[in-house]
């Protein structure tokens, strides 16, 4: 699915790549632009929308089933966050990024010792 994504991706002039992600379900990371990366396994394509903290006080994901239309709203959003300066959306909110921090601290506190 992350391979498919890059391709559609790539016939929006978006320039993306690949991160291999350990998980159960072979999840991969798709890296698009600074506070936009995706997660993706061979059910679904999600991701943050950029500048929802700011409106809603949280995150609000959104997902996509197949590529090409994923690749179009993804489209969107880098075009968005390529015309605004880095540390507004540095500074703007959470990025997947640290969701996946929080996720890995989280797990790792629960882990017995």
Do not use: C
Not at 11 to 25: E, F, L, M
Not at 63 to 86: K, M, S
């Amino acid at each position: 699915m992350a391979l498919r994504l890059t391709a559609a991706l790539s016939h929006h002039g978006v320039p993306a790549d690949i991160q291999p992600y350990r998980s159960a379900d072979g999840e991969a990371l798709v890296s698009v632009w600074l506070g936009l990366l995706v997660r993706t396994n061979e059910r679904r394509i999600r991701w943050i929308i950029p500048g929802t903290e700011r409106r809603r006080g949280k995150p609000l994901w959104t997902w996509a089933r197949e590529p090409d239309n994923a690749a179009a709203r993804l489209a969107e959003h880098y075009r968005q966050l390529r015309d605004q300066p880095v540390h507004t959306t540095i500074l703007g909110g959470p990025l997947l990024a640290d969701a996946f921090l929080d996720d890995a601290l989280r797990k790792r506190d629960a882990t017995p010792r």
